[in-house]
Every structure is written in C-alpha cells, then in structure tokens.
C-alpha cells in the first residue's frame, strides 16, 4: 500500500495509515502548510519513521522549476530548523528568471501586475505560432486577490480559483446589472436592484406590467412612465427614476464616472445587506469597499456604454481555457504554471502578523516551486511596510523598484 502526503495528515490519520503492515509514504515536509488543522508534517513524518523501523529515501530532484527558482526556494527553506535534510536540485538545464519587484502603494502594484500579465498574453497571441503559456498570480488572502480583480477585469482573460469571484458577490452584480440596463435600455437588472431594496413582488410585477418589460426598450419607457402611475406602485419610484435618468444621461453622454458615482451610492444606501434593512456598520464598509474597488476599475475603462459593458461580460462569456488563474498560496498547491507572480509579500502578511514563521516559510516556498520559468516577487512599501524577510532569506537581494 502507498500513502501519499504524509505530511498533510493530523493524528487520526497518522493511526489509520500506522495500522498498515507494508507502506511506501510519499510526502514533503517542506510543504506541510496546513499547522492550523493540526497536520504533522515533519514531526509526523519522524514518528512514523520511528515507530515503524521504516527506511528514509530522499527524492530530492525536481523536474519542474528550472534552476534560480529551485536555488532561490532550496536557500529559503533552508532557514527552517526542523526539516528532513536534503539537496534540493533540478532536472532542467535551463536557468529560468526570478525577479523581484518593489512598488510605492499597493494599487501601484496591482496596476504593474495587470500590465505585465496584458502585455505577456499579447505577446504569446503574435507569437508564431501562438505559444499557450500558463500565469498564476497567488496571493496570501482573498482580500488581496479581490482588489487584484478590480484592475484585471476587461483587460486580461483571467479565472479565480478557490473562491468567489469579487465580481460574482452581490454588490458587484447590481452595479454590472445596472449598468447593462442602461446599456441595452431595459430594466433587467433595475429590477434585481429594486428587489433588493425592499421592493415586493407585487411591486416589481406591477411596474414590469406598466414599462411592457418584456418588449425591447423597457429602460426607455420607464425614464418617460407617468408619475402617478409610479406613485401607485411605491412612492419611492419617482425618485429613483429621476436619478436612473441622470445616470442614464450621463453614460450616454460619456461621464461613465458620474454614472458610477450616482449608482455606487443607490446600491450602497438602499440594498438591504445579508438580507437585513439595518446591517451592521462593518458590513456596509466591506459593501462600500467592494463597490468602490469595482466602480474606480470601471471607470479607467475606455469606448461607449455598451462597449464598456461588452468588455466586462467578456471573461464570463469566454468558454477557454483562461491562461491566467488567480488564487491564494494554499490553493496553488500541487500545481504548476510557466509563470507564477506572488503579490503582496510584505511583513505582516508573509510572514503574518502572529503567525508560525516556520509554517509561513513553507508557504512561501510552495508559491515559489510553482513556477516552471519565471518567478516574479513584488511588494508594496506604503506605510512603512517592509519588504518579507523571506526575499532576503531566498537570496533575493535584487529588486526592480517602479517608478
């Protein structure tokens, strides 16, 4: 019998294998990155070697990252005390590129890494012939890869992996849904706003029935419905049909940002959050943030309404494969890309603020060995934030620094 990942088990799962007469354990305790549900990793894999007489065997070559990645990584986990010892090396002959990039703000940093990965992609289309190279931009949190998405959305084909797209959770949605309402003149995604406001079924039917929603150019009759007729249906309607109009007008008209601005602001004041007609304080903050983050990567967009609509359906419309994925460092594990970006590699967050810096040491080491060819490191001062000790710890004394 052969157990994979030893490393990864916790006790319990240590007993189930342990319980085994003749086992071959494959795992890597340099990639044991899951201390938070008790896995075992190196400890583990000492216990088993002990208390089953077994025979240590060090598959040591990899036959991935080609060499600076593997020299880079091999000088990094090295720092880590207890660790089975061995000579990391490679099977490629080729020498690969790991740079390291040192930007003023994090919305610097984000603006660079979109670039790149646009400009990388464009490269790889004129190629001849076309070269399908893989990216992968891992992160430590969510958090960063959601504001990574606000500058990648229309520009690059990109897909979120392990998570939920910032662009999927409920503020995002209304705004694109309001936005394609103004686009193609109807009232789909009005009425997914309205119905999130507090408006009834009854309600919502009513004005479907009164702006004949099912006939193309709804939007337009909405702006010119009569106003008592809004009034019957809910008193709040002339309002908001006023402020449609102006966001309409000023789409229309090319001031997409006024447009956002006013929609922003509907959306956060008025939808009831989680369901709730007075959420709590940090719940609209998180809302207020989203809808900012999203609304300001809209408006560096460029073309008519409906052409800046048609850019931001693209990545959902898109049924390829997407050559660039994005997803946090524990989710990247046990995958490969040509090129791989580790954003946001900062003290306070690799390593984290009260974390095991062993256990984060590992983790930064598995983001690292995902890449085949180029490794890329970037960081963001703002603050006073400095760089992660564990660039330096990699040997990574070079850095680009943008302007």
Not at 187 to 192: F, H, S, T, Y
Not at 341 to 362: F, H, K, N, Y
Request: aromatic fraction near 6%.
């Amino acid at each position: 019998m052969s157990s994979k990942t030893l490393m990864d088990r916790n006790t319990p799962g240590w007993l189930l294998t342990a319980i085994r007469v003749q086992i071959t354990i494959v795992g890597d305790d340099d990639q044991s990155i899951y201390a938070w549900r008790w896995a075992l990793g190196y400890h583990g894999m000492k216990r088993f070697e002990q208390e089953s007489r077994a025979t240590m065997i060090a598959l040591d070559t990899t036959y991935r990252c080609e060499r600076r990645i593997v020299m880079a990584a091999a000088q990094l986990i090295a720092h880590n005390p207890n660790r089975i010892p061995k000579h990391l090396k490679t099977a490629k002959v080729e020498m690969g590129e790991v740079r390291v990039i040192n930007c003023r703000t994090r919305d610097q940093e984000l603006g660079v890494i979109a670039d790149r990965l646009e400009e990388a992609l464009q490269r790889d289309a004129l190629a001849s012939p076309p070269v399908p190279r893989t990216y992968g931009v891992l992160a430590r949190t969510n958090n960063h890869l959601d504001l990574l998405e606000t500058h990648l959305r229309g520009r690059v084909n990109y897909e979120r992996v392990g998570g939920t797209s910032l662009w999927d959770l409920l503020g995002p949605t209304l705004l694109l849904g309001v936005l394609r309402s103004i686009a193609n003149h109807d009232l789909i995604g009005v009425d997914a706003l309205l119905g999130r406001c507090g408006y009834t079924d009854a309600q919502l039917a009513a004005l479907r029935v009164a702006c004949n929603i099912k006939v193309q150019g709804s939007g337009l009759r909405f702006i010119h419905c009569d106003m008592s007729t809004l009034r019957k249906i809910n008193p709040d309607l002339v309002r908001f049909r006023q402020l449609y109009k102006e966001w309409s007008g000023f789409a229309h008209a090319g001031k997409l940002s006024n447009a956002l601005g006013g929609i922003v602001a509907e959306i956060s004041s008025q939808v009831e959050w989680g369901g709730r007609a007075n959420p709590s304080p940090e719940v609209i903050n998180e809302e207020n943030r989203r809808l900012a983050a999203c609304s300001n990567a809209i408006s560096k967009l460029t073309g008519t309404i409906a052409e800046v609509v048609r850019k931001l359906e693209l990545r959902a419309q898109s049924e390829a494969p997407k050559p660039v994925r994005l997803m946090t460092l524990h989710g990247s594990k046990g995958l490969e890309f040509d090129e791989v970006w580790m954003m946001a590699c900062e003290q306070g967050v690799l390593p984290s603020t009260g974390g095991i810096v062993e256990e984060d040491r590992r983790l930064m080491y598995v983001g690292m060995t995902r890449a085949r060819s180029v490794l890329t490191v970037s960081h963001a001062t703002e603050g006073g934030t400095a760089a992660s000790q564990f660039i330096t710890e990699a040997g990574l004394f070079e850095s680009v620094s943008v302007s």
